[in-house]
């Protein structure tokens, strides 16, 4: 028999009346599935068999949209999601303090499949707001240790040859909440400031080649922002000159979001977040990098000595279990797929395991092709739940060899007062109930 699963457990932060389900399956209560969730629940096992009995009417009546006209070609706009999925959203952390502006949003992993994430569902960073930017006003400077500065309209970088390319992003602070024991709900709180898009730009090494750069000297650029926090980051020239870098104005086939950056970002493929700078207006070529503001204060990881790391940048390999994961429940024994998403700021990712007994035993999950360099990669496993409480966590693999660590192998060399590149193995308890949580292993 399959598995029921309800998928959206998103829900319960604010849809109507789903807060009490979510209440309600806390307190251990299973009648929630009689209460606001019934249009869910009615595929739930209990009534499931009585349907069959007597002819299940989902199949047996004819519904109105089989029998009238639909409505015409969606030509008033933008195409949109069903109705039916919008609970299917970014959110802003209950566990935050945040201002209007310098603030998170969360990309739902939880319901999506794949690798790629819609681009409406893209998680958003912003340090001083977001702006639809003017491309016609938008100009990118290229200055320092070049022949010729340079500056380019929009129109000129998109004439120049380009390259598409999948890339994950994640941000520095993403499970950060997760060092100081506080176990937040969902994976969407805990690992959704990560998103993975097919971006399409002009290497920037092809930009400064443009300009005489003295690539000698030049060992670093900066890059700046245009928005009111002028987010300003140091990326070494290496990365820059094998191509990877991109000055990107493409996501997911179409223009960046106005949130991600529009009209153009740096894409720094397995670096952190940061230095991916949006609304990119300045590439400065230098000998040495700059410790900006931003690098400074923030995503410097606090270690145990006291003393504090920098230029931590590359996001070290990690992975997730998005379904079963904290806040879903399910509905009765027989079999799941356990699924989520694999990365590493190194490559590619070379294995995943999964264990559902708290890392006793592990099994080898499928990876699902393409399997990308510093691109999320699906993984799944077959489960057949027995009922009992499980605990299922995902251990990644990297091309370089390197393991994802257990949380107290992460403290043992990091502490406990991070914020910053937690890549710790997840783990989610399946209660006898089905309803599943987050916790804490020591
Ligand atoms: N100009 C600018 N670039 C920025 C930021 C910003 O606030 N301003 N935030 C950074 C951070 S911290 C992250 S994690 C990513 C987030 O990208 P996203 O909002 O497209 O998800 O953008 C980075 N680039
Ligand atoms: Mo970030």
């Avoid at 380009?162 to 890339?167: A, G, L, P, Q, T």
């Avoid at 805990?190 to 060992?219: N, W, Y």
């Avoid at 940061?274 to 700059?290: A, F, H, M, N």
């Avoid at 107290?408 to 991070?418: D, H, I, P």
Wanted: glycine share 10%; aromatic share 8%; hydrophobic share 35%.
């Amino acid at each position: 028999m399959l598995g029921r699963l309800i998928r959206a457990p998103e829900n319960f932060i604010d849809g109507a009346g789903v807060r009490t389900v979510f209440a309600e399956a806390r307190n251990g209560r299973r009648d929630f599935l009689r209460g606001a969730f019934a249009a869910a629940a009615s595929a739930a096992a209990t009534t499931a068999i009585a349907q069959q009995r007597e002819g299940d009417p989902a199949i047996l009546e004819l519904p109105e949209h089989s029998k009238g006209l639909g409505k015409p070609v969606v030509t008033d706009g933008y195409g949109k999601p069903s109705q039916y999925e919008r609970n299917v959203q970014r959110r802003r952390s209950p566990g935050l303090t945040q201002t209007a502006q310098a603030s998170v949003s969360f990309a739902p992993l939880q319901s999506l499949f794949g690798i790629v994430t819609p681009s409406g569902l893209h998680f958003e960073r912003h340090h001083q707001g977001w702006w639809d930017v003017d491309p016609s006003k938008h100009r990118l400077m290229l200055n320092g240790l070049l022949k010729t500065p340079m500056v380019f309209t929009m129109d000129d970088i998109m004439r120049l040859p380009s390259v598409s390319r999948f890339h994950f992003i994640e941000c520095g602070a993403n499970t950060g909440m997760e060092w100081g024991n506080v176990a937040v709900p969902t994976c969407q709180y805990t690992h959704g400031m990560l998103s993975c898009s097919e971006f399409t730009g002009v290497p920037l090494i092809t930009l400064l080649e443009m300009a005489g750069a003295d690539l000698k000297q030049g060992r670093f650029v900066l890059a700046e922002g245009a928005d009111g926090s002028s987010m300003t980051r140091t990326i070494p020239m290496s990365l820059v000159k094998s191509g990877e870098v991109l000055v990107a104005y493409g996501q997911n086939g179409e223009m960046l979001r106005p949130e991600n950056g529009y009209p153009l970002r740096l894409v720094v493929p397995g670096v952190q977040g940061v230095s991916w700078v949006k609304y990119l207006r300045r590439i400065e070529l230098g000998d040495q990098p700059w410790a900006t503001k931003d690098e400074v204060i923030h995503y410097v990881d606090l270690m145990p000595d006291g003393t504090h790391r920098q230029y931590t940048s590359i996001q070290e390999c990690k992975s997730v279990v998005t379904t079963p994961s904290g806040g879903q429940v399910l509905l009765d024994k027989g079999h799941y797929t356990i699924t989520g998403l694999a990365w590493s700021g190194r490559g590619k990712v070379k294995r995943v395991d999964v264990s559902v007994d708290g890392g006793r035993n592990w099994r080898t999950a499928r990876l699902q092709d393409p399997v990308m360099s510093k691109c999320l990669t699906r993984f799944s496993l077959d489960w057949a739940w027995d009922g009992k409480p499980a605990i299922i966590q995902s251990r990644a693999i990297d091309e370089t060899g390197y393991v994802q660590p257990l949380k107290r192998q992460l403290r043992e060399v990091r502490g406990t007062r991070s914020i910053y590149h937690n890549n710790a193995i997840q783990s989610w308890l399946v209660q006898e109930s089905g309803e599943v949580g987050n916790v804490h292993l020591a």
